[in-house]
């Protein structure tokens, strides 16, 4: 269902919407409409980017694909093995 909203804007941002309409043509409500549109799709990308890299790093953490990450305890061992006679390749995808 359609949604009237009342919108006041500041003296700079009715200049710049007044030249884009004269470059662009159209009318206030339809570019607005586009603007929030657009705005809206890069937030949604924004948080679904964000969810994946916190799952990616709790995936890293978990060990919840084997051989692709490596858990904190692996890694600090691996460490603690630098330059040792028992050094070894690092574990998972360090």
Do not use: Y
């Amino acid at each position: 269902m359609p949604r009237t909203l009342q919108l006041v804007l500041d003296d700079d941002l009715a200049r710049r919407l007044d030249q884009r309409l004269a470059v662009e043509g159209g009318d206030a409500a339809a570019l607005l409409d586009r603007a929030l549109r657009h705005f809206l799709d890069v937030e949604d990308d924004r948080d679904a980017a964000h969810r994946a890299v916190i799952a990616a790093a709790g995936e890293g953490e978990f060990g919840a694909r084997p051989g692709l990450s490596a858990d904190h305890a692996r890694v600090r061992l691996w460490l603690l093995g630098w330059g040792g006679d028992g050094e070894s390749g690092p574990p998972g995808s360090c």
